[in-house]
């Protein structure tokens, strides 16, 4: 029992300023956050749940930090609710409401877990197994400070984390008792304090290991560590310098110095008076009421006994209550003084009956909140499931969406590629037409002017025997029927009108048809088309 005592006692400051510095971490993050009118409110909030927590007036932190916590869920931030949940859990750790510190501390968790913040999720991880290290369930603080380690390590956390993850691991075994494993990590822990040249770091972990080595009774070397402790030591730090002396006491009582060790226990008591901590001092008095029994100065042992028991009282610790009763019931037997031996004893075993009961009911206590806790974590689970289903469902309609928008604009994108092609090839194929076009109008234009120009030259004009249908199968385009009787009647010197009157054809006929001829024989006007009709043997 003593040894478990000792054991809270050594993790309780390191718990505590744990906590402290992730607060103020945690702190340091809220106000690095935009600013809103809400998020003011609510860091006000948490400002003065820290205030009064630090004033020792928890309910007023408390009622704070509910108010923090209204606001927070108001913005939907998952980070600021989870700092908020951390605070209450630190609020409520306090009044050593471990169960209940526990399920704030989950929520806060899981509130980082949604946050998605590696940094947060491990310093909940490192608060939720020191809870559950303070109840008892060493196992499960375990789990939970090796994921915090493995986070740590992931996210490249400074030494300084991972040592302190390291020390707590250490200290978890050592109440395990599985002193190989915690030797290994106070040795890695030892290694990292060493590197950042922490030597109060350096200072607290030979204590710890000294601790050890004197559990496993190797007492040389516990006295080692313990001055290895004190070397590295650069300031008077009351909590490690009481534990050094506690750890000397029991040394020295193993040694058989009695008297030395009643000394370091005295110094231990008075350090835990200086520090104002009712439990270090209770087990200071109790541990001298053993020394001094053992030095058979019973008187001395019952009065040091009876103050640790006014302290138990005043800490609620029945347990110690209770071990204080039936150790002044032997001193007092070892004084003949039978009567107050057996009063003390009937106090003792009278209370210890009460306490079977009393844990009889908070064990039936228990169960009921551990039921109600699991039915709500089924239901928290349900709403989660219920919650990643619905967010599944919204991924895949996004995803749809994206997809049929993504069709939509490949689509576009072929037509307006495929109109693009047709229209470049068309403009290839009017281009090539217009290049052959101009090449024939160029070699029909050669081939006229060489017409021309033999004609011109020839010295008697041979009268050619050919058909005006022959002829006309030589232009380009021949002229019709209809078009050469219109030129006849030009060739006359008939007017429009009266051509139109002697064909039976309106006027516009007339000048549609004398349009073609132009563009056959490429004339611009009537003398030009008669000139060339008449060299071409076209009319009659």
């Known amino acids: 029992m003593i040894k478990a005592i000792f054991f809270l006692i050594a993790i309780w400051p390191i718990t505590i300023c744990a906590q402290s510095n992730h607060a103020d971490s945690l702190l340091n993050l809220i ?165 950042l040249q922490d030597s109060m770091g350096v200072a607290r972990v030979c204590n710890n290991i000294a601790a050890l080595h004197k559990n ?138 009460s306490l079977f009961s009393l844990e009889s009911t908070k064990a039936i206590e228990t169960i009921k909140e551990q039921y109600e806790g699991e039915k709500k974590e089924r239901t928290i689970a349900e709403q989660r499931v219920v919650l990643a289903r619905n967010e599944i469902k919204i991924e895949q309609k996004q995803r749809f969406i994206a997809y049929l928008i993504g069709g939509i604009l490949v689509i576009i994108c072929l037509s307006i590629l495929i109109v693009v092609m047709v229209r470049n090839r068309q403009k290839r194929r009017q281009i090539i037409l217009s290049v052959q076009l101009k090449e024939y109008a160029s070699e029909m234009e050669l081939l006229r002017s060489q017409v021309n120009q033999s004609l011109e030259q020839s010295l008697t004009k041979v009268p050619i025997h050919i058909s005006n249908d022959d002829i006309n199968r030589y232009l380009v385009d021949p002229l019709s029927e209809r078009e050469l009787e219109v030129l006849q009647h030009v060739a006359a010197g008939k007017s429009n009108k009266a051509i139109a009157e002697a064909i039976f054809i309106s006027t516009n006929t007339v000048k549609f048809h004398l349009k073609n001829i132009y563009v056959k024989l490429d004339a611009q006007n009537r003398t030009e088309a008669l000139s060339k009709a008449s060299a071409m043997k076209i009319l009659k």
């Open 31 to 195: 106000e690095s956050l935009d600013d809103t009118e809400l998020r003011k409110k609510g860091v006000a909030h948490y400002k003065l749940s820290r205030h009064y927590l630090d004033l020792n007036e928890d309910d007023q932190s408390l009622f704070h930090i509910n108010q923090c916590l209204i606001c927070f869920k108001q913005l939907e931030d998952h980070k600021l609710v989870a700092a908020a949940y951390n605070q209450k859990g630190n609020v409520v750790s306090k009044s050593s409401e471990y169960e209940t510190s526990i399920n704030y501390y989950d929520s806060a968790l899981w509130s980082a877990r949604r946050a998605k913040n590696d940094t947060i999720i491990a310093m909940f991880l490192n608060n939720l197994s020191l809870e559950y290290h303070a109840i008892g369930e060493y196992e499960k603080s375990v789990d939970l400070q090796f994921e915090a380690l493995r986070l740590k390590e992931k996210i490249g956390a400074s030494d300084q984390s991972i040592s302190s993850t390291l020390l707590n691991i250490g200290q978890s075994y050592q109440t395990l008792e599985k002193y190989t494993d915690a030797m290994n990590y106070y040795r890695r822990c030892l290694d990292l304090k060493l590197t």
């Open 216 to 353: 496993m009774e190797a007492y040389d070397s516990s006295f080692y560590y313990l001055n290895l402790s004190q070397s590295y030591m650069t300031h008077e730090d009351i909590n490690l310098v009481g534990n050094n002396h506690t750890l000397l006491s029991h040394l020295s009582k193993e040694f058989g110095d009695t008297v030395k060790a009643i000394d370091h226990m005295q110094k231990a008591l008075k350090l835990a008076i200086e520090e104002g901590s009712l439990s270090r001092q209770a087990d200071a008095y109790q541990n001298l009421g053993y020394l001094y029994y053992s030095q058979k100065n019973y008187e001395k042992s019952i009065s040091h006994y009876r103050d640790g028991l006014k302290l138990a009282d005043q800490t609620k610790s029945w347990s110690e209550w209770y071990e204080l009763h039936s150790h002044i019931s032997a001193a007092y037997e070892q004084l003949d003084s039978f009567e107050l031996a057996f009063h003390h004893l009937t106090l003792g075993r009278a209370y210890q009956d």
